[in-house]
């Protein structure tokens, strides 16, 4: 519980440390006076009751002192807090995405991934965002959490991991059916082996930019794949569609294309075929069509999709079989 893996954790641990000593002295100080008055004031010591007036000093001192380690308590956690609020000016910044019911983090070469690599002993600065409802970014190991809260910009935290390893991320605000699937994992690496990915990762995306863009503005298939590929895990498609014919919170997209399926359209039931249009139209409008046995629970993906990257995950959908 009190580990020291990161330069937040001592923040943290110093306040629990402290509440729970001076709790653990209040609680045997206590009960030894309750002990003691007990005996002290027993009907046998005391067979006549006496009045006992007010005492002072006593009252003085057992309002004071609580009042003085209340105080202490919030000076504590107030230093810890705006420590936690004063990120260094050259922290590495990665921009943090939550939606239903997945994490993406994007790093300054363009490159996003479902889970965070870092460096060890590198300040980290991560900007929080969510495109649909309240998610909050939690890595236990380091003792670190924050909402994610849909309209609100500027929400950060920051830290620096002093152990190289993977560790754990936790979505800790309930944000749906899948809420208790939206994990994934920091992998703390050193900053050589970080600097190496980095750099592999970021001419991949320059690859797949210019794949894209083709020759005289051409797209070739194979781009348009791979990019949907890269887009249905990045935009959190795959949380809640698989791509092996398990049912999730949405229709498995194994098979899915050219499959006849009975949808709801205002109210009534009617089949369809779906193609790329009505692919298209789910992502940008999902309440239009609701497919049977499922819930109207996705998101518009209207303006947090361009209309290449739709194209790019229908390309890929169309593939998998």
Avoid at 260 to 281: C, F, L, N, S, W
Wanted: glycine residues 8%; contains cysteine; negative net charge.
């Amino acid at each position: 519980m009190l580990s020291s893996l990161s330069n937040i954790s001592d923040k943290v641990n110093g306040p629990i440390l402290l509440i729970s000593a001076v709790s653990v002295f209040l609680l045997i100080t206590l009960t030894l006076a309750m002990i003691y008055f007990v005996i002290r004031y027993s009907r046998k010591r005391n067979p006549v009751a006496s009045e006992t007036h007010g005492h002072m000093a006593l009252e003085v001192a057992w309002t004071i002192i609580p009042t003085l380690i209340a105080f202490g308590f919030f000076w504590y956690g107030w230093v810890g807090y705006k420590f936690m609020k004063s990120p260094p000016e050259d922290a590495m910044v990665v921009e943090v995405t939550g939606r239903m019911w997945s994490w993406s983090h994007e790093y300054a070469n363009g490159v996003v991934t479902p889970e965070l690599n870092i460096p060890v002993n590198q300040a980290v600065r991560l900007n929080l965002t969510s495109v649909d409802v309240l998610h909050s970014y939690y890595i236990p190991a380091f003792k670190i959490k924050q909402d994610a809260v849909p309209g609100v910009d500027g929400l950060f935290l920051w830290f620096e991991a002093y152990e190289e390893g993977t560790y754990h991320v936790f979505c800790t605000e309930y944000c749906g059916l899948n809420h208790s699937y939206m994990l994934t994992k920091v992998h703390v690496l050193s900053q050589a082996e970080f600097d190496a990915w980095y750099a592999e990762e970021g001419e991949k995306v320059a690859a797949t930019e210019a794949a894209l863009e083709g020759e005289g503005g051409e797209v070739s298939p194979e781009a348009l794949v791979a990019a949907g590929k890269q887009l249905a895990t990045t935009k959190g498609c795959v949380a809640c569609h698989s791509v092996d014919g398990t049912p999730l919170v949405g229709p498995s997209f194994k098979g899915l294309f050219g499959k006849t399926e009975t949808v709801t359209t205002g109210g009534a039931p009617r089949q369809i075929t779906v193609d790329e249009d009505y692919i298209r139209k789910s992502i940008v409008d999902p309440m239009a069509d609701i497919t049977e046995g499922f819930q109207p629970l996705m998101p518009s993906q209207q303006g947090l999709m361009t209309d290449d990257e739709i194209n790019a995950v229908i390309e890929y959908i169309k593939t998998i079989h």
